[in-house]
């Protein structure tokens, strides 16, 4: 026992030593973190927004001040006719456009809008936020018997928004940067450190030395594992103190479940260190194993339920689909483990089979 902390103590301070690695291990998950959660972001807000009156009575004017005076839309100029304001949107210089009839008040002509569908998910929510001002102007000023004057275009709905009432998109990013963060860090540099002795030609002299091969494995792995548990705190603080997004559920169950991810992302690093023989045949298989799967088939960028059937087969095999559901169950929702029990149990038996075929891969290596 006393060489394998031995060993485990040489793997720390060759990490420690090595500022390259330590840059990486810390500085990205405090740079992605605070891209996604500030520059990267779904949010509506300031939307260039033009609007069309061919009169302005009392009641065109209160919706225009009110959605001047949101947070959500930028009223950037206004346009005389519906054509002037498309040809505003085509020249880029507004998002979306608001049509009111003629004489709004009186006639009960209707609203029209207007939107720059290039991007058809967040044009989706402008005309949702601009749909949901009015109505609520409209509310306010002439009563729940006038609201029928937009019922063809604007449906009177009485919408709650539960986990997320301020519709802020770090709430699903930061489970999301976790599952991508903790599998790159625990599979890839474990993954590169056991190459890298392979390519220096130390890895025969650690395999004859009286510690048996697979606790030379494992003591590697250990002071991965420990930083793939700090770096879990800092992004928790993170989330709570920097980005406010909630820790609703419990931080055991949370812990617990992120024990069994660092595991299975470990697995799968051993497994990629038993296929390839330099540390850049290491970081392309983990590239191409790793990242494009977790962004793209993950849920973390896009949902799965969305994707063609074959992708969504595939995504089945992707063990970030898993523990990004339940994270954003246990941290946004706070549910009990109950609810997450299939996404762990799934997660579990990932994680045996991948350490099985690593260590049954490792042992014919040695032979």
């Known amino acids: 026992m006393k060489e394998f902390w031995s060993f485990v103590q040489k793997e720390a301070k060759h990490i420690l030593r090595d500022k390259r690695t330590m840059l990486i291990l810390f500085g990205m998950p405090v740079v992605l973190m605070l891209l996604f959660g500030f520059a990267i972001s779904t949010d509506v807000q300031n939307v260039r927004t033009v609007v069309v009156t061919t009169s302005q009575d009392h009641q065109t004017q209160r919706i225009i001040e009110r959605l001047g005076a949101s947070e959500y839309f930028n009223l950037v100029q206004t346009a005389p006719t519906t054509a002037e304001a498309e040809r505003i949107i085509r020249s880029q210089k507004a998002d979306m456009a608001i049509v009111f009839g003629k004489n709004f008040a009186s006639s009960h002509s209707g609203v029209q809008l207007i939107v720059d569908a290039a991007d058809p998910n967040m044009s989706q929510q402008w005309a949702v936020y601009a749909q949901a001002i009015i109505q609520q102007e409209l509310l306010a000023s002439e009563g729940n018997s006038q609201t029928s004057i937009l019922n ?3 449906p009177t709905v009485n919408t709650k928004m539960l986990y997320n009432p301020q519709m802020r998109s770090a709430y699903n990013f930061v489970p999301a940067i976790m599952g991508m963060l903790l599998m790159l860090i625990c599979a890839m540099m474990t993954s590169i450190s056991i190459v890298r002795e392979k390519e ?31 770096i879990l705190i800092v992004i928790l603080l993170m989330s709570y ?15 617990v479940l992120s024990g069994i991810y660092i595991l299975l992302a470990l697995s799968l690093g ?26 793209m088939l993950s849920g973390m960028l896009f949902p799965i339920e969305s994707m063609p059937k074959i992708l969504q087969y595939v995504s089945a095999v992707i063990p970030p689909r898993y523990y990004i559901a339940a994270m954003r169950k246990l941290m946004i929702m706070g549910v009990g483990v109950e609810h997450v029990m299939r996404e762990m149990l799934i997660l579990i038996g990932m994680t045996v089979l991948l350490l099985a075929i690593a260590l049954k891969t490792f042992k014919k290596r040695l032979e």
């Open 270 to 295: 051993l497994l990629i260190s038993n296929v390839a023989q330099t540390q850049l045949v290491a970081l392309l298989m983990s590239a191409m194993v790793l990242l494009m799967p977790i962004v």
């Open 152 to 154: 063809s275009q604007l």
């Open 241 to 255: 103190f920097v980005l406010e997004v909630p820790l609703a559920g419990s931080l055991f169950w949370i812990f």
């Open 200 to 230: 220096r030609g130390t890895m025969e002299v650690l395999l004859v030395s009286p510690v048996k091969p697979l606790m030379v494995i494992i003591a590697k792995a250990v002071p991965y594992l420990v930083l793939a548990f700090v």
